[in-house]
């Protein structure tokens, strides 16, 4: 028996080499692999030796000869195959180890040249892949240091590897060439100037229950590379399977959490925040989350970016909820949430940068491609367009709106103070609609403070007058078409607010800003979410 190793990964290769040497295999080899095996005290054939032919061009030509193709290809079952190779003094390859010149590790390089590039661009290795991969019912190939335990295993059992392993490392071979030439027919397209192409590479993580709806089917894939505020690499430590919309919308409430340094909560339901809040700790966080919306966090999901305390672990019980998320949990929190079989506790990695990553989209017969929306432009004093200048305090409350309005599905209203979200507006055909959802649900959740505080019934308050004191801000995703939006915030007592601007119609809310006495801030820089 024969095996053919040539690898630039080379973890495990020499054990690898050392257990079929036991077995009595010959060991086939070239350059740098087949120095290491020797150092290692191995006997090892030069692959020149058997073609009877020298590495030529710098090792650019090794391998590409008719006794190792021919010795990889030959079908065994064909008794004419196995004549012609013994008429020409070919005998067969049974196993090939082989992994590619490390081109991506190259051109993710910041200096990298073509030529570089060009020089990583395996061509023997990828031949002989290809062939052990298409004869997989003779030949073994292994790509992957991760299977070596299996092969050697089952050759010591049985002399052999099994027809199935055999298919699934073959399998794996075709998707080892396969990543190998999208990465280089991407990188090499981009320097010849034409159109761009997209490969998309992702494993599969899970198969899901189902979709949005029952009679959907779904998939969970996941990237290679680990990334933080991710549901791929997160661990699930107690309740049942996520679902598709779970996945979905504790992605969404990740994407609000990365916003944040302080600690925060966030209430998360149907991929809109329904409730939010920083503090001096989290389970001050949580109570501002939660107040600011106690009806819709009901079935919803929850995240943290500091641990769950037992403190706030006795504050989430009684509430139903889906998902609890955070970056761990305290031993006696973990316990008792345990107690909810049914709620999913995450773990999620959030730590790290956040680098900028493809948000994709399917349409009928296509694909919609965008950078994620990462990056935000912080609310400042010299941004104000108005008479009235916004305070140190209304400042500081309009940054946090603005981060929050920035991760509400369009038309997007925010509206908060102190760190606390008090009425989200969201996804309605036009602004002044979302206005008076939050403003409303603002002026609700006030009055229901204020009447616990005086011990009163919330229905004998004045919703708006009681709103009117607080002495609110509000956010918007995009610009103010009209100036009903600011009237409509002036009825609830808002005092700043801040939007992108760039409507044709700006004047006139900054005229009616100046009429009311409302400070308004312009960023320039709108974050529209369809």
């Known amino acids: 028996m024969r095996a053919l190793i040539s690898v630039s990964d080379k973890t495990g290769v020499v054990d690898f080499a050392r257990e079929l040497v036991a077995m009595g295999w010959e060991i086939l080899s070239t350059s740098g692999t087949m120095k290491m095996l020797k150092e290692a005290g191995l006997p090892v054939t030069s692959v020149s030796d058997v073609t009877g032919f020298p590495e030529i061009c710098d090792g650019r030509v090794k391998t590409l000869h008719p006794k190792i193709h021919g010795a990889l290809l030959a079908r065994r079952d064909i008794p004419d195959h196995m004549k012609q190779i013994a008429d020409n003094g070919i005998e067969t390859i049974d196993l090939v180890c082989v992994n590619l010149y490390p081109f991506r590790e190259t051109i993710a390089k910041p200096d990298v040249t073509l030529e570089d590039a060009i020089e990583h661009i395996d061509i023997g290795g990828p031949s002989m892949v290809r062939s052990a991969a298409k004869n997989w019912q003779s030949v073994t190939i292994v790509v992957n240091p991760e299977d070596y335990a299996t092969v050697i295993s089952e050759l010591r059992e049985t002399g052999s590897t099994t027809p199935a392993t055999r298919l699934a ?44 709806n ?62 939010a809040g920083t503090g001096k700790d989290i389970a001050q966080a949580w109570k501002r989350a939660y107040e600011g919306d106690k009806t819709s966090i009901f079935g919803g999901i929850v995240a ?20 609890v ?56 004093a010299e941004q104000c367009v108005t008479a009235v200048k916004p305070s140190e305090d209304q400042l500081e409350d309009l940054n946090f709106t603005w981060r929050i309005v920035k991760h509400v599905k369009s038309n997007a209203i925010v509206v ?81 607010i801040v939007q992108p601007g760039g409507s044709v119609r700006d004047a006139d809310s900054v005229k009616k800003c100046d009429e009311l006495g409302i400070t308004m801030l312009f960023t320039g820089e709108r974050h529209f979410k369809h």
């Open 169 to 212: 490392l073959s399998a794996k071979a075709y998707t080892h060439t396969a990543q190998y030439d999208s990465a280089i027919a991407t990188y090499m397209r981009a320097q010849a100037g034409l159109p761009e192409k997209l490969f998309l590479e992702y494993d599969i993580k899970q198969e899901l229950r189902y979709g949005e």
């Open 214 to 275: 029952p009679h959907q089917a779904a998939k969970f894939y996941r990237t290679a590379e680990e990334v933080p505020y991710s549901l791929a690499t997160a661990r699930q430590l107690g309740g049942k399977e996520l679902s598709y919309n779970n996945i979905q919308d504790a992605n969404a409430a990740l994407n609000i959490v990365r916003e944040f340094k302080e600690p925060f909560a966030v209430g998360l339901k149907h991929m809109n925040p329904c409730g």
């Open 304 to 323: 943290f970016n500091r641990e769950v305390t037992l403190e706030v672990a006795q504050m989430l019980k009684p509430i139903f909820l889906e998902i």
């Open 325 to 380: 998320m955070a970056p761990s949990f305290a031993p006696d929190a973990l316990e008792l949430l345990q107690t909810k079989k049914n709620l999913r506790l995450l773990v999620v990695d959030m730590e790290g940068e956040v680098k900028e990553q493809m948000a994709c989209v399917s349409v009928n017969g296509g694909l919609l491609v965008q950078n994620q929306d990462l990056g935000i432009v912080s609310a400042k």
């Open 416 to 496: 908060g103070k102190a760190g606390m979200v008090y009425g989200v507006g969201a996804g309605q055909m036009n602004r002044i609609g979302s206005a008076e959802i939050a403003l409303k649900q603002a002026a609700r959740t006030l009055a229901e403070e204020a009447a616990a505080a005086a011990g009163v019934d919330v229905d004998t308050l004045d919703e708006k007058e009681v709103a009117r004191k607080a002495g609110l801000v509000l956010a918007s995703d995009a610009f103010f078409p009209f100036d009903d939006c600011v009237t409509l915030a002036a009825e609830y007592g808002v005092k700043a």
